[in-house]
């Protein structure tokens, strides 16, 4: 069995949010990360991962998000030897201002531009592969618009 988890990549006037996850959480705690949490079993539903990643954006960092896109997805073992599928999404600041709502979740939120992300030799791999994938499918947006 896997859990699975859903990730945010928010971003607005050229910089990421990024959490930085609380010293209690079981999973990369005291770690700058993406905002998400993991899907809740509902039985019978549609659109479970986009409605997971707004309500856990919502609850964690008090902000309105919209226009979820696919980025990655990819799997990983926890700590405690949890089997978790992970799928990132790139989402538009819809409204509110980001703030740490959840103390047992987030301890800070910190924005960043991909440079200062990509250049943090503290920041894990995957982070940066992220947030790359979602930096070019924001460019291939632009091409495509202009």
């Given amino acids: 069995m896997f859990i699975v988890n859903v990730e945010g990549a928010i971003y ?5 949010l990024l959490i930085r996850r609380s010293e209690k959480e079981e999973h990369a705690g005291g770690l700058l990360s993406l905002v998400g949490g993991k899907v809740e079993e509902e039985g ?6 986009e409605r997971t990643l707004k309500r856990e954006i919502t609850e964690e960092v008090g902000i309105e998000v919209s ?11 926890t700590d405690s030897g949890i089997n978790v599928v992970d799928i990132v999404f790139l989402c538009d600041h819809e409204s509110g201002e980001a703030f740490a709502k959840s103390p047992d979740e987030v301890d800070d939120v910190i924005w960043m531009t991909t ?5 943090n030799s503290n920041l894990p791999i995957y982070l940066k592969e992220n947030i790359k994938l979602a ?12």
């Fill in 12 to 16: 607005k006037n050229e910089k990421w």
């Fill in 67 to 77: 226009n979820l896109r696919y980025v990655n997805s990819s799997s990983f073992v």
């Fill in 115 to 119: 440079q200062q992300i990509l250049s």
């Fill in 135 to 146: 930096e070019k499918l924001i460019n291939n947006n632009k091409v495509a618009i202009s």
């Fill in 44 to 49: 019978t539903s549609s659109d479970i991962l």
